[in-house]
């Protein structure tokens, strides 16, 4: 099955055009859909609170695990992309319903477009980081980013979350002093204090030092145990 994976992986970062996949036998998603973008290496109980905290606090649908084969800033390490797709499926055993999907694309603007094409219909919510919003509104990453992010935010909401020592006050603060004609576009999504102090860093140094790695469903931990990762 990895095989498998690496070959529709590979096809879909070659692809010329902004593209998604979708790896998981689920049925079809709702209405609207938060959609969690990172590089899942591993993925941990932080990224699943993340999610379940995003449906139950906005009332939203379905939940998107997407996998970014490419980034802003870092090259590949740790797992494979075809072994972090296999740990999202087996993370489906503890979070039912999760949808699994890959985008060939590094810019969240962009990977909306790669989904837009791939789920027309649905409402997409990005759920970020504190990190990872700060480079939302980068400037280095636009050409002109007003103009580039003013399509993306008539279509979609950003779901800020408090993460390590980044309190949802400190976001808000943030927020309300960097993002201007956006910030009615953008939530702030309050999660429990210990899986946003959580990071798949730490499970792979646990990983790498022979520690438990106690912040990993028990699938992803037989899949990784399986497959020898992080050793």
Not at 48 to 75: C, M, P
């Amino acid at each position: 099955m990895t095989e498998e994976l690496a070959v529709r992986l590979e096809r879909l970062d070659a692809a010329a055009r902004p593209a998604a996949e979708r790896f998981d036998a689920g049925g079809p998603l709702g209405r609207t859909a938060a959609v969690l973008p990172s590089a899942f290496n591993p993925p941990t109980h932080a990224h699943q609170h993340l999610l379940e905290r995003a449906l139950e606090t906005f009332g939203i649908s379905s939940a998107i695990a997407l996998l970014t084969t490419r980034n802003v800033d870092k090259g590949l390490h740790g797992a494979p992309l075809a072994d972090r797709v296999g740990m999202l499926l087996a993370l489906g055993e503890a979070f039912p319903g999760l949808a699994v999907m890959a985008a060939n694309q590094a810019r969240i603007i962009d990977q909306a477009v790669a989904l837009a094409l791939l789920l027309p219909g649905v409402e997409l919510d990005f759920v970020v980081g504190f990190d990872t919003l700060e480079r939302l509104f980068a400037p280095r990453y636009y050409t002109d980013m007003e103009g580039e992010l003013a399509p993306f935010f008539a279509r979609h909401r950003i779901l800020a979350a408090n993460r390590g020592e980044v309190e949802a006050a400190r976001v808000r603060k943030w927020l309300d002093a960097n993002v201007a004609r956006f910030r009615p576009r953008i939530e702030v999504l309050e999660i429990d204090e210990f899986p946003a102090s959580l990071s798949s860093t730490q499970v792979r140094e646990a990983l790498r030092s022979d520690q438990d790695a106690l912040h990993v469903a028990p699938a992803v931990r037989r899949y990784i145990e399986e497959r020898g990762l992080y050793r």
